[in-house]
């Protein structure tokens, strides 16, 4: 590979060594001097050729640039809230770059003008914003990019420095919006390239924080505790448990050169990478354009950073991508596959595979044996649901606890009977309002009342302080007042109560 010795940006060579930065600052082509002339990208971007972005989801990565000029590149990435599968049974309302974590790849060559727009999906709850660490700017574009749902933002930035940068949401709190998904990587390739490979991949590391223990089924939320003491529930590759395992394993033939442009989101924790059964013939460490070492069996890789790392597969079989701090692996969920497939070599190896064996639960055979397991939970839980006995008790059990809960704080506003006092505080008794909207009902119950509304043709304009109890209880008691002193208005159930705090 021919050296790319520019990857400075373009400051005073004096401000440099001010900076305690005692590197040496080539003399600058034409081609740079226009653009270190000129900062203001965007007078520049006029006389450049405009090309998009190509982005792509994990783990894919675009096509290496090709191009031997600068252009101005237009780079289009949507940010999109989605609930998706975190392991077998367990879910997770992920926020993203394009629908997946970790969001999708850029690609840009040194010297680009980039023209980016981010765009908020209107479905968001929350604004979301970008810093690039491939910025040289404020807050690598935060300062410009804070974006409300069904908006959008654009700013324009010229990729001075080579080499393969972490992006992430900057918004506040802003841990909580990279543990959800929000990070991504943007190669921005030296101006001759990168030596060429046959195989190209995208993998990031994040941990993730959640209320339950790790396999607790169903949806998942953050837990703000957990994250500040660093103690994930998750640490895994490209969003989830499983990702890149099984039929979603990575591929290769034997012979071929591989590169993996790796990263780590975080927010907290840093990754031992490593490759079960492989060396790294070249390590770019720490994302930079220059291969540091050869011949590397695992490569540090910090929070808020990045590598590239090459090799080439000379044997048949699986290979296992992982932290090797190796309970997180193991324990996790940070294991990723490369299969390579191809003839034998039994000069390089013996062409025994011990993969069961040594991956335990998280072979093929385990992940296959959870994922059924997953299946037959959620069988089961339905089919008790849908049991008419069953759904009986579960409701008589729900109206014994709803009736505690009433009975501690509801009763003392709107008195045991449920009819309230006239004018103060409406009826729970017969209440058209109350029968009219459950989802409502329970964002009362949660977040308090005021203001005019109207019960059974009477008007009330009154305060109801926010109720504070576990999901469970607002379920439970709603239940009750639904389907006491005469009135059938339906059940509320935990997943209810749930879904509509996770609008909020
Ligand atoms: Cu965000």
């Not at 190669?187 to 209320?211: A, C, F, H, N, S």
Request: net charge neutral; hydrophobic share 40%; with cysteine.
């Amino acid at each position: 590979m021919k050296k790319t010795s520019r990857s400075l940006p373009r400051f005073p060579a004096a401000l440099l060594v001010a900076l305690g930065v005692g590197a040496w600052v080539p003399a600058l082509s034409a081609e740079e001097a226009a653009v270190a002339a000129k900062p203001n990208g965007k007078k520049l971007a006029a006389d450049l050729p405009v090309e998009i972005a190509h982005l792509t989801q994990p783990p894919m990565v675009p096509p290496p640039i090709g191009r031997k000029h600068p252009a101005k590149v237009v780079v289009d990435l949507e940010v999109k809230e989605v609930t998706k599968r975190l392991a077998d049974g367990v879910e997770y309302t992920f926020w993203t770059y394009g629908g997946e974590v970790p969001g999708k790849f850029i690609r840009v060559r040194e010297g680009d003008v980039v023209e980016f727009h981010l765009n908020n999906h209107p479905s968001s709850k929350l604004p979301h914003n970008i810093d690039l660490h491939a910025v040289t700017g404020p807050g690598g574009g935060a300062a410009s990019t804070f974006t409300a749902p069904g908006h959008s933002s654009q700013f324009t930035f010229t990729a001075l420095n080579a080499g393969l940068y972490v992006y992430h949401c900057a918004t506040a709190p802003v841990p909580m919006h990279i543990s959800n998904g929000m990070y991504g990587l943007i190669l921005v390739e030296p101006k001759d390239g990168l030596p060429p490979v046959d195989r190209e991949y995208y993998v990031m590391q994040g941990d993730i924080y959640t209320q339950g223990a790790n396999g607790d089924q169903g949806l998942q939320y953050f837990d703000n505790t957990k994250a500040v003491d660093e103690r994930p529930t998750y640490i895994v590759f490209n969003g989830a448990v499983g990702s890149l395992t099984g039929d979603k394993a990575l591929q290769a033939k034997v012979g071929e050169t591989v590169r993996l442009y790796f990263g780590v989101g975080g927010p907290n924790i840093t990754s031992s990478f490593h490759v079960i059964g492989e060396i790294f013939d070249k390590v770019y460490a720490e994302g930079g354009t220059r291969f540091a070492q050869e011949n590397v069996q695992t490569t540090m890789v910090p929070s808020g950073g990045s590598t590239i790392v090459d090799f080439k597969v000379d044997v048949p079989g699986t290979f296992i991508l992982v932290d090797h701090s190796l309970t997180r692996a193991f324990n996790k969920g940070a294991i990723g596959m490369l299969k390579v497939t191809g003839p034998e070599t039994p000069v390089i190896y013996s062409g025994k595979e011990v993969d069961e064996v040594y991956l335990g639960q998280a072979s093929d055979a385990g992940a296959k044996a959870s994922a059924r397991e997953a299946e037959l939970v959620a069988k089961k839980a339905a089919a008790i649901a849908a049991n008419p006995e069953i759904a009986n008790i579960t409701k008589e059990i729900q109206l014994e606890r709803g009736k505690k809960v009433f009975l501690t704080s509801c009763f003392a506003c709107h008195m045991a009977d449920g009819k309230g006092l006239p004018n103060v505080f409406p009826p729970l008794a017969g209440s058209d309002f109350l029968k009219a909207d459950k989802d409502r009902a329970i964002r009362i119950v949660t977040k308090g009342l005021s203001g005019p509304i109207t019960v059974n043709g009477k008007p009330y304009n009154n305060v109801m302080p926010p109720q504070q109890f576990t999901e469970d209880q607002i379920a439970d008691v709603l239940t009750y007042v639904m389907n006491t002193w005469g009135n059938d208005f339906g059940t509320v159930s935990l997943a209810d109560v749930k879904r509509v705090h996770s609008q909020n």
